[in-house]
């Protein structure tokens, strides 16, 4: 059975502080994606990896694919109120469809 | 441009009624995904469609859930004699080509509760 694990599960930090969230898991997946969800919303794609050890930046967000493509991070610098939300990540398994992870949720303060 | 579209953003039921669920593609795309989330936890895939055709329904149980995608009109998810576990929120993507990694573009979703 697959699982996409990711940690931490809740987060709270202070404005202007870094963070890394982690995606892992046991299976290879083709590629992977990171998605944010706003309250009330659907999921909104942020960034796709495809090759094993890729880094990708979008502004303050840096996203990492594992060497063995079964794990991912996301870091981001000097956390804003704007990036509250719940960070989701989703692999590609080859099937029809995404598979996705549990969530990190994101609480930034002012 | 109009983003993915569903309705209704609510809806109210109570046990054994029938829940139908609209989702109305990005415009020119013909794969639909439908996946469901339970609160705080991820997406769980159900159903992929493209138009008039079921391809993967997998995710969705067997009993009392149906999905279509008509040549003409919004794709349908139905629950029928809905329980309480099946209160979650419901939301479909719309992609342009079957190609997993392709940007899947979802919708606000559906926030389903059973009484």
């Known amino acids: 059975t697959q699982l996409l694990e990711q940690s931490p599960q809740f987060l709270s930090i202070q404005e202007g502080e870094n963070l890394t969230v982690y995606c892992n898991s046991s299976s290879v997946f083709s590629s992977l994606q990171w998605y944010r969800q706003e309250p009330g919303e659907g999921p909104v794609l942020l960034v796709t990896v495809v090759t094993g050890g890729e880094v990708k930046k979008l502004k303050r967000l840096t996203f990492q694919f594992g060497d063995a493509r079964k794990d991912s991070s996301l870091h981001i610098t000097a956390a804003q109120t704007g990036d509250t939300g719940l960070y989701l990540c989703a692999g590609e398994t080859g099937a029809n469809n995404l598979f996705f992870g549990t969530g990190t949720r994101l609480t930034v303060i002012p | 441009n109009a983003g993915v579209m569903q309705n209704p953003r609510h809806l109210v039921r109570r046990r054994g009624q029938e829940a139908r669920l609209r989702c109305s593609p990005v415009?020119?795309?013909?794969?639909v995904y439908w996946y469901r989330q339970l609160p705080e936890e991820g997406l769980k895939f159900m159903v992929y469609?493209?138009?008039?055709?079921?391809?993967?329904e997998s995710g969705m149980p067997k009993e009392r859930f149906s999905a279509e995608f008509p040549k003409e009109g919004p794709s349908i998810l139905r629950i029928q004699q809905v329980v309480r576990g099946d209160s979650a929120a419901y939301f479909c993507?719309?992609?342009?080509?079957?190609?997993?990694?392709?940007?899947?573009?979802f919708g606000p979703g559906t926030r389903l509760l059973v009484l």
């Open positions: 469609l493209q138009k008039e055709n079921i391809i993967d």
């Open positions: 993507a719309s992609s342009p080509s079957r190609v997993v990694r392709e940007t899947q573009y």
């Open positions: 415009k020119g795309h013909s794969h």
